[in-house]
Structure formats: structure tokens, C-alpha cells
């Protein structure tokens, strides 16, 4: 079998803690409101054409600065490790994280394929993975509470899920060998998957450039008519109770301008997601993003510049493992008018303590439950 490669998300692959309140919006809060009787069809529309504009933006934003969502080493590598997968050089490229939204891997990869498949990666649709009419990078896509992990590895009162060979090997549906398996993570806390695979678990330094609050709030009202936010607005009557269920404050008049509306929109973001509301980080300089990828690229060597005859084409329609991808999504959190900022995904790459009581990742339950009633 040819070498997989599992990569970690927050703080390896991504910072994507900025971009959870538009994920929990267009992917939870506003897909739940118009399943309820009466709610406008043609809201429905333009909001699901204002998110794929939103998720184009973000991507363009990707190629224009070299990363920033992302991390710009794995950016760079991601096409020679696609091309290989569809060589059948590499096996499987996939997300094993203790981040708790599962709706948040599943966008973010897909904004990644939207940005792989630009100048100057151009990746081609034949080297992504089409998962219901959607493109995708790396699957499966595995969240802290998987049910596939769940048996296998326990979760400690702290909410720390530890990441296990075995656990991968459920999750990926098929027996992968400790030698075939190279893996990708910013901590050191994983001691079992760290004894199993020895220098083929690669540490890496934690990801933390955020993406401004400022840059997200201009890209989101720019993905709407203005005056799909006025109120009377058949769209306003969905998406303005959403957001401010999310991030409560927000409250247009019919006198708004582009420029008011970004103002009155990046305050009440400010306040969910406090990291991206001050003075971003720098985008890393171009002398740390290569040797970044150098380090990478050498602790891989072994798994991504073998030369041997290909097997087979990798399918570009996913097939799920049993209890992996397709497992019940875990629950996002909701906000309102005691919304605290966003928390740390739950024995996530930064994880060093015990949640506090108001995390969101404590609500995300109440969320999931409200949509299931």
C-alpha cells in the first residue's frame, strides 16, 4: 500500500478561528431557519448565492497573500501531494483533529479546493474529491468526536480526546500500517500515535496568523446586495434575526451605507471573535514560509519522493469509511445576547487547560439539539 499522510487542523493546516461565526451562519443558523414554514424562497436564493460568493472571496484572499487562512508551507505543497494521490504514489490525505464542528472542516477544505484550483496551483478537478456535487482535498475528514474515535479513544474529563493509531485505522476503514502512515501536528500531546510512528510523526510550529475581523467584515457584506440588509427586505426578514441570534447588536436602518453597514457589522463581530478584532499578525515572511516547507518536505521524503510504478488512480468520488466521514456531524455553537468570544476547539492544538464553563463548544450541544426538536 502506498504511504497516507493525516494532517492536524487548528494551528497546522488552518486558522480558521475568525472565519466559525460565518461558517456556524451559513452553514447551521440560516439552513435550519428555511426549513421553517413561511420562510422566503427567494431569501433562501440569494443566501446561498451570497455564501459561494463569500467562500470565493476567502479563497481569492488565499492566492493574493500566499496563505493566510492557511498555512502558506502546506499551500505550497498540497498540488505535488495531490498529484501523487491521483498517481496512486500517496494513498490518503486526510484531517484527524480534535477540533469539535465538523460543518467547519468540511467548509474550510472546501474553500481550500476553491483556492487549489487557482494560478498558481492549478490543481485540476480530476486531482480533488467531488463529495455531493462539492469539491474537496483531503478526506475523510475526521472531528474529536467521530464515532469512529469515539470507541476507540477516550475522551478525559477535560475534553481531551488523545489521537491513536488504532483510531485512525477505524476512522480510515481499512488496516494502515504504522510504516505507511506519516502524520502532521503542531503538539506533542499525542504520545500513543507519537511511539507508533516515531519520526514519521512531524511536529510543526503552531500555525497563529489570523484573518482580520475588518477583512472578513468587508468580504461578507460585499457578498450581499445592500439592500438585502435593510429592513423590509425579504432576505433582511431571514438573515438579520440569524446573525444576531449569532452575534446579537446588529441592526441596520434603511439610511445605511456599504461603508456603515462593514462599521456596524465588524463591531458586533469584534465582540464574538475577540483574536481577530485587533492588529492582525503579519502574514509569514516568504524566508519562513520556505523553510517551513523545508522542514516539511524533509521529514516526508521518505512517503512523497518514493519513485515506484503506480497502482491505481485515486477516485475522485470519495467512498466513506464505515463510521468516518459520513457520521452524524457534531454539534456548532449558537450565540445570543450573553455570547461569549469563540473558545479553543476542545483538546485542540493549544489545548493546555480545562475549558471555561461559557465555551462555545459547551453550547454547540444546545444548538444540535435545538435543530433536531
Same mark, same amino acid.
Given at each position: ?321 464505515? @463510521? =468516518? !466521514? /459520513? %457520521? #452524524? +456531524? &457534531? $454539534?456548532?455553537? *449558537? @450565540? =445570543? !445576547? /450573553? %455570547? #461569549? +468570544? &469563540? $473558545?479553543?476547539? *476542545? @483538546? =485542540? !492544538? ?24
Amino acid at each position: 500500500m502506498s504511504p497516507s499522510i493525516g494532517i492536524d487542523f487548528d494551528e497546522c493546516l488552518v486558522q480558521a478561528y475568525t472565519i466559525v461565526p460565518f461558517v456556524l451562519l451559513f452553514e447551521i443558523l440560516l439552513p435550519r431557519a428555511m426549513k421553517l414554514p413561511g420562510y422566503s424562497k427567494t431569501a433562501k436564493f440569494y443566501i446561498y448565492k451570497a455564501r459561494d460568493v463569500f467562500y470565493q472571496k476567502l479563497a481569492n484572499n488565499e492566492v493574493k497573500t500566499k496563505g493566510t487562512l492557511f498555512r502558506p508551507a502546506l499551500l505550497k505543497l498540497m498540488p505535488k501531494l495531490l498529484k501523487l494521490r491521483q498517481e496512486g504514489k500517496l494513498h490518503k490525505l486526510f484531517i484527524y483533529s480534535n477540533n469539535g464542528i465538523n460543518e467547519l472542516l468540511n467548509t474550510v477544505d472546501y474553500i481550500l479546493a476553491l483556492t487549489l484550483q487557482k494560478a498558481p496551483y492549478n490543481v485540476t478537478n480530476g486531482e480533488l474529491i467531488n463529495e455531493e456535487n462539492k469539491l474537496h482535498v483531503l478526506a475523510p475528514r475526521i472531528h474529536i468526536d467521530n464515532p469512529c474515535r469515539v470507541a476507540n479513544e477516550v475522551k478525559g474529563v477535560d475534553g481531551f480526546r488523545e489521537k491513536t493509531l488504532l483510531g485512525i485505522q477505524q476512522c480510515l476503514g481499512e488496516n494502515v500500517s504504522k510504516e505507511e502512515l506519516w502524520f502532521i501536528d503542531d503538539t506533542e500531546y499525542h504520545t500513543d500515535l507519537m511511539g507508533h510512528l516515531k519520526e514519521k510523526y512531524v511536529v510543526v510550529e503552531s500555525y497563529s496568523v489570523h484573518l482580520s475581523n475588518k477583512v472578513l467584515a468587508e468580504m461578507f457584506i460585499d457578498s450581499f446586495p445592500l439592500e438585502f440588509f435593510l429592513p423590509g427586505s425579504p432576505v433582511a426578514s431571514t438573515l438579520l434575526p440569524e446573525i444576531n441570534r449569532l452575534m446579537p447588536g446588529f441592526r441596520p436602518t434603511k439610511k445605511e451605507t456599504k461603508a456603515s453597514l462593514i462599521e456596524k457589522f465588524g463591531k458586533v463581530l469584534n465582540k464574538f471573535s475577540e483574536p481577530g478584532a485587533g492588529r492582525a499578525m503579519a502574514v509569514w515572511k516568504e524566508d519562513h514560509v520556505n523553510s517551513d516547507l523545508k522542514k516539511i518536505e524533509t521529514k516526508l521524503s521518505a512517503a512523497i519522493d518514493k519513485q515506484e510504478p503506480v497502482v491505481s488512480n485515486y477516485p475522485t468520488v470519495y467512498s466513506v469509511p464505515v @463510521g =468516518g !466521514a /459520513n %457520521a #452524524q +456531524a &457534531y $454539534s456548532a455553537p *449558537t @450565540g =445570543g !445576547a /450573553n %455570547a #461569549q +468570544a &469563540y $473558545s479553543a476547539p *476542545t @483538546g =485542540g !492544538a493549544r489545548h493546555r487547560r480545562t475549558l471555561p464553563v461559557s465555551s462555545r463548544y459547551r453550547k454547540t450541544r444546545k444548538l444540535r439539539a435545538d435543530r433536531k426538536n
